[in-house]
């Protein structure tokens, strides 16, 4: 069984045109599976002004372990509000030719303001 909890989102309420941002998310493993990088690991899929960005943690998560995701946000060319689309998945079997599992999900609004 897989499962995942959100500890703690760092996201900007606010970002300046032209000037990338960073967002930080700690998530604790609540299934019984571990999550390993090289292979059935979680990560994290972000959808961001129509561009995808992928963050993979940095080490194995055991179950009941805590593992930090941090990726970029890149600039933004104009003013306005933009949307952050954000999913925690766990890798599938590849031969099981499966989806990937989404764990958690949240949606994060940027105001994007000149400099």
């Given at each position: 069984m897989a499962?995942?909890?959100?500890?703690?989102?760092?996201?900007?309420?606010?970002?300046?045109?032209?000037?990338?941002?960073?967002?930080?998310?700690?998530?604790?493993?609540?299934?019984?599976?571990?999550?390993?990088?090289?292979?059935?690991?979680?990560?994290v899929e972000a959808i961001i002004d129509g561009r995808r960005i992928i963050a993979r943690p940095r080490k194995d998560t055991p179950p009941a372990d805590r593992v930090?995701?941090?990726?970029?946000?890149?600039?933004?060319?104009?003013?306005?509000?933009?949307?952050l689309f954000i999913k925690l998945k766990l890798e599938s079997d590849w031969r099981a030719l499966r989806p990937a599992k989404v764990l958690l999900t949240m949606n994060h609004s940027v105001r994007i303001c000149q400099p």
């Open positions: 499962g995942a909890r959100m500890l703690a989102a760092d996201l900007p309420q606010e970002m300046i045109v032209g000037q990338p941002g960073v967002a930080r998310l700690w998530v604790e493993n609540v299934g019984r599976d571990s999550w390993i990088q090289s292979r059935q690991g979680a990560y930090h995701f941090v990726f970029s946000i890149p600039p933004f060319s104009q003013t306005g509000q933009a949307q």
